[in-house]
């Protein structure tokens, strides 16, 4: 069962929803059912070695930039 990030059209609220066969998400919020798929940011979780990578900015939560929070313009 896969699980997707939606958006809702009526009220702008995102929210994820565990997607089993023959079902239709709604928004939780206005239980609406105007939603667009969106692409889901996934985390990566470092290991606590000293490695060059881990010492590198998260990416943006926005658009996952790998320059961090505050490199594009969705900050």
């Known amino acids: ?3 997707y990030e ?3 059209q009526s009220c702008s ?3 994820e929803h565990l997607v089993r ?3 239709r998400p ?3 919020s206005c239980h609406g059912e105007q939603l667009e798929r969106v692409l889901s940011v996934f985390a990566v979780r470092a290991s ?3 490695s060059p990578r881990a010492s590198q900015p998260s990416p943006c939560a926005g658009c ?3 320059g961090g929070p505050g ?3 969705m900050a």
């Open 64 to 66: 996952a930039h790998a």
């Open 13 to 15: 609220t995102r929210f």
């Open 48 to 50: 606590s070695d000293t």
């Open 71 to 73: 490199a594009c313009g």
């Open 6 to 8: 939606y958006e809702c």
């Open 21 to 23: 066969e023959n079902d």
């Open 26 to 28: 709604i928004c939780p």
């Open 1 to 3: 069962m896969p699980l």
